[in-house]
């Protein structure tokens, strides 16, 4: 039965949204030993061309609250992927990391300047916007991520993600389109 109590609706994306910012919220900080300048531009300079290098850095296991599985095969290429220009669309069986494994290499794209721009794309904006709030949720929310750079947000709202990385020329921005709305922000139909 649909919710009608625009409080209870409220209430429960404000759960969702909690639940979603918990998830994401557990990696754990460098050691202080780990945050000298010199330590930081080596993990820089090494996780720049290598996503596995990364992923390893970035997201330890302790991360995943869902459990850790070693990366597969498919979570070998979708870093491949995602470096080609074009729109990516990647099919796989349920329960096989792809949407963890393609928000962990595009933030590392956004991250490095290898993109500017990008979309989350789903049946209802809905859903695409809490793509989005994920996104943002870990990229505000990883220490190690904020020790090695320095993220400015921009904007932050239900049609744009947009922060700058400090050193890059160009702001990057993500925005959720749907079957409800076009890529030019226009309603499809009349």
Same mark, same amino acid.
């Given at each position: 039965m649909q919710d009608f109590s625009r409080l209870d609706i409220e209430a429960k994306n404000a759960q969702k949204q909690l639940d979603r910012k918990m998830e994401f919220s557990q990696a754990s900080a460098f050691h202080h030993k780990q945050l000298t300048p010199r330590l930081r531009n080596k993990r820089l300079k090494l996780q720049k061309d290598d996503f596995g290098f990364f992923r390893d850095t970035y997201f330890p296991p302790e991360v995943h609250t869902q459990g850790y599985y070693e990366p597969g095969?498919?979570?070998e290429d979708i870093p491949d992927i995602v470096l080609l220009p074009g729109m990516h669309i990647v099919l796989g069986p349920r329960d096989y990391a792809k949407t963890v494994t393609l928000i962990? #290499?595009?933030i590392w794209k956004w991250l490095n300047g290898k993109t500017w721009y990008a979309g989350t794309y789903s049946e209802n904006l809905d859903k695409a916007r809490a793509l989005i709030t994920s996104i943002a949720t870990i990229i505000k929310s990883?220490?190690?991520i904020n020790a090695d750079w320095d993220i400015k947000?921009? #904007?932050q709202n239900e049609n744009e993600f947009r922060f700058k990385v400090k050193g890059l020329k160009k702001p990057v921005s993500i925005k959720p389109y749907s079957l409800e709305r076009s890529v030019r922000?226009? #309603?499809t139909g009349f």
């Open positions: 095969v498919l979570q962990k #290499a595009y990883n220490p190690r947000i921009e #904007a922000g226009r #309603a």
